[in-house]
């Protein structure tokens, strides 16, 4: 455990006497253990300038259980090479690969390819059996894949699959976060639970970082010449000018029989329910499925959404929505509703409250070596490798060269805000996306298709590659939803969801 020292002394530690300019030494601490901050921790220590003689990395993590307790540790875990933004993906996605390779990744937090699609069908009522895929034929007009046979064959509309061979993969995301951290761990990186309650600054610069150690009333001080702040949703909290707001999802793990095996797939489905709503209209649900490779099935949906509490360990969990995303995913499987359920969990994802991010780069704005790492929305899994990269570099090396990120440093924000929010008063065409009876793809080729549709939205869109993708954004409530929802009465979409 390092010495906790006051600004003064670390002040004098970290300038050159003679001087007084700043010496090549580097104390780093990265505020959030998820996958954003163990992951930049793994790559600083890989960075060819990096010596644990010179620099010190320290990540600070308010839960008592360690990191990845947010939703780094209860996401799905889809890697996809049409992901967004484009930019950060081609870094990121590559970057999967070959730390699975270096790293042993696929015993160590289950790195395979999957394939991944988007479902669409009805859902059967809690007596009616499911016939085994097939049984009953069909399968070819609705494209349904001979291996996907863990989903009801009759029941299916539509089977369309998203991008190509090997264009999506998976993690483990609570082994892949932990993994990372153990691995920087090894290098000489260092985690302290605790919880930062001040970035220290001093003439423009950051000096350290106070904390509390769980369950002590102390709070204590580490120098820093370098604070990367990755603490997903809490960011605001130590600095409130950061534009961080955030969604809720919930989840479930589901283990089938034993003699039970589930093919890999990633589906977003769109399940139309055997029971109407109180209008008597269908009610269509979207969760999303991702098998695993030791056989887990995880699906995650939306549900009643709480106030973001303090600190990570005080998420609550709701049992009423969990067991209603089991039996939405049971109605379209003989397979899981035949399995029981393992984990019930609730998460937040930070979310770029003005539009676009992630947020990637040194806020110099606020105070020089403080750097913003986060805004990930829903593909923070997927973009993390790229993300940390990204930082080691421009710790390092003064600057990014691993790709062009420009766009996603932190005095950028406020410029696209503004940009998306010129965008949306042109975009007049009022798209009332209310009938859940319409399929989500339909919906949103409908919204592209229009010509009222601002060029470059839908060419951010557009990025996506596959509407199947956007789709996703979409039942994420990520930064696309925001897109379309910005201007309220003029333009709106309004997509229900699971
Ligand atoms: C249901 C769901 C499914 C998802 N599926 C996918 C997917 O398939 N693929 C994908 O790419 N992405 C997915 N995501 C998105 C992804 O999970 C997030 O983008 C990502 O986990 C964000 O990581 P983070 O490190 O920024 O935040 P977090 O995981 O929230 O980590 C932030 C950490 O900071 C800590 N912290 C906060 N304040 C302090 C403080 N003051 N001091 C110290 N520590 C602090 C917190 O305790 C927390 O551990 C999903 C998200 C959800 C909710």
Redesign the pocket.
């Known amino acids: 455990m390092r010495l906790a020292l006051g600004p003064l002394r670390t002040a004098r530690a970290l300038h050159s006497p003679l001087s007084g300019t700043m010496t090549n030494e580097r104390n780093i601490v990265i505020?959030?253990?998820?996958?954003?901050?163990c992951t930049t921790a793994y790559y600083l220590t890989r960075h060819p300038s990096f010596s644990p003689s010179s620099t010190k990395i320290t990540v600070?993590?308010?839960?008592r259980n360690g990191v990845a307790?947010?939703?780094?540790g209860?996401?799905?875990?889809?890697?996809a090479s049409w992901a967004f933004p484009r930019e950060l993906v081609d870094i990121s996605f590559a970057e999967h690969v070959k730390l699975a390779e270096e790293n042993g990744g696929a015993a160590r937090w289950g790195w395979r390819y999957t394939n991944c699609g988007s479902w669409e069908g009805r859902g059967a009522a809690d007596g009616e059996g499911i016939a085994k895929s097939g049984e009953n034929g069909g399968r070819a007009s609705t494209g349904l894949p001979d291996d996907l046979d863990w989903v009801g064959g009759d029941l299916t509309t539509a089977y369309s699959p998203i991008a190509g061979h090997k264009a999506s993969a998976q993690v483990h995301?609570y082994l892949f976060t932990s993994g990372m951290m153990d691995l920087a761990k090894e290098k000489g990186a260092e985690l302290i639970k605790g919880?930062?309650v001040n970035i220290n600054k001093d003439g423009g610069r950051v000096t350290g970082v106070t904390y509390q150690e769980s369950d002590e009333a102390q709070t204590k001080t580490i120098p820093a010449t370098h604070v990367v702040l990755?603490?997903?949703?809490?960011t605001p909290?130590?600095e409130p000018s950061v534009p961080i707001s955030t969604t809720f999802?919930c989840?479930i793990t589901i283990r089938p029989k034993p003699s039970v095996t589930i093919s890999p797939y990633v589906l977003f489905t769109e399940i139309q329910l055997p029971e109407s709503d109180s209008f008597g209209k269908a009610r269509v649900v979207s969760p999303e499925i991702y098998t695993r490779p030791d056989n887990e099935v995880y699906a995650?949906g939306h549900g009643s959404v709480p106030l973001l509490p303090d600190n990570?360990d005080d998420v609550p969990v709701s049992d009423e929505d969990c067991n209603r995303i089991f039996s939405y995913v049971a109605s379209i499987s003989q397979e899981l509703r035949e399995g029981t359920i393992e984990r019930r969990q609730g998460?937040?994802?930070?979310v770029v409250s003005t539009g676009g991010g992630p947020i990637i780069g040194e806020a110099g704005k606020i105070a020089k070596g403080l750097y913003i790492a986060?805004g990930?929305?829903?593909?923070?899994?997927?973009?993390a490798p790229g993300t940390a990269k990204a930082l080691a570099e421009l710790i390092f090396e003064g600057k990014i060269k691993c790709g062009r990120l420009d766009k996603l440093a932190p005095n950028e924000t406020g410029k696209m805000a503004e940009q998306i929010r010129r965008l949306s008063r042109c975009w007049s065409v009022d798209v009332q996306v209310h009938e859940a009876r319409t399929g989500v793809n339909r919906r949103l080729e409908h919204v592209l298709q229009s010509p009222y549709f601002p060029h470059n939205m839908k060419s951010l869109l557009e990025q996506t590659s596959h509407h199947a993708a956007i789709c996703a954004i979409l039942l994420n409530d990520c930064s696309a939803n925001q897109y379309l929802a910005m201007n309220g009465s003029s333009g709106m979409a309004e997509v229900e969801v699971g």
């Open positions: 505020i959030g253990g998820g996958i954003i901050g600070l993590e308010a839960s307790q947010g939703a780094s209860k996401a799905g875990g889809l890697v995301p919880k930062a990755a603490a997903g949703p809490w909290s130590l999802g989840s995650s990570i998460c937040f994802r930070p986060t990930h929305t829903c593909w923070g899994i997927c973009n």
